[in-house]
């Protein structure tokens, strides 16, 4: 298992949140995915505000197809009820990739997408060393050449693509140059089988090429597909009130207000939660 290539990182992020007393399972996004494998329409852009559960979907997405060879946590999800559940859980190569992370002391576009270029040819040279990989090869031409000698395919996981734009360090030619790396690594390579990537702002606010004309974006204001999977539906909302309700004695709601003796809880339909209740201060 590598840095990128059938990383553990994932795998092991959403187990922890599965760990938590707040889990919410949204794996049926992946009954829409799978469909999607090795299709023409293979590339998601899923694009929303922070804290939106972009990275939870990402590395659940992850740890799903993802062969790293570890028991599966998908048993008793969702999921595990699709017809091709079998098929595929643990059974892809996936490339994980989170975009916002950088090297120690970065201070160069050039440190930045190095530590990824090396960092995947580090990786793809140790899982196939019968291919004589040469570091200096561009990974996009060792990924083409896997795919060549062996058939074999990778599913691309990345997550906030656009964290790169945001970095003081970075240039216009920078930009350019990291939308010409996305499309040299994914247009109309083989060797993708499905692409999936997240972002804050619409792919339009940095490209207005034909660099990501791959992907189909969902955001919030015009495509309401994949929707239910980021945030919470108003059904989630009030199982996890219940299930916060059942397990706290002291239920703090804001600053320093605890809410004691609660009798009686509506909802309003335009104002969330109507509480009644007796307050105190501490």
């Known amino acids: 298992m590598g840095q990128y290539l059938n990383s553990k990182e994932p795998y092991d992020q959403y187990k922890t949140v599965m760990n938590g007393p707040y889990f919410v399972d949204k794996t049926e996004i992946l009954e829409e995915l799978i469909p999607a494998l090795e299709q ?8 929303r505000p922070r804290r939106f559960g972009k990275t939870v979907m990402a590395n659940m997405i992850a740890a799903f197809f993802s062969n790293t060879k570890k028991p599966s946590l998908f048993e008793n999800l969702s999921v595990a009820k699709q017809e091709q559940y079998r098929k595929h859980v643990g059974h892809h190569d996936v490339i994980y990739i989170d975009f916002s992370e950088m090297p120690r002391e970065c201070h160069a576009y050039e440190e930045y997408i190095s530590r990824i270029q090396d960092g995947l040819v580090r990786d793809i040279q140790e899982v196939y060393p019968e291919l004589m990989i040469e570091k200096s090869e561009a990974v996009w031409d060792i990924l083409s050449l896997v795919f060549d000698k062996t058939g074999h395919k990778f599913i691309f996981v990345m997550d906030e693509w656009d964290a790169v734009f945001h970095m003081s360090f970075i240039t216009e030619r920078d930009r350019e140059n990291y939308l010409l790396f996305l499309k040299l690594l994914l247009k109309g390579k083989s060797y993708v089988e499905l692409a999936y990537m997240t972002g804050v702002l619409p792919i339009a606010k940095y490209s207005d090429g034909s660099e990501l004309n791959m992907f189909l974006e969902y955001n919030m204001a015009t495509r309401i597909r994949f929707s239910e999977y980021f ?12 299930r916060y309700l059942s397990r706290t004695k002291s239920r703090r709601l804001r600053g320093k207000i605890f809410v004691s003796g609660m009798t009686d809880i509506t909802r309003h339909p335009e104002n969330g939660y109507i509480i009644h209740a007796q307050w105190y201060a501490h």
């Open 40 to 47: 023409e329409q293979r590339f998601f852009c899923i694009t």
């Open 231 to 242: 945030g919470f539906t108003d059904e989630e909302v009030d199982m996890l009130y219940q």
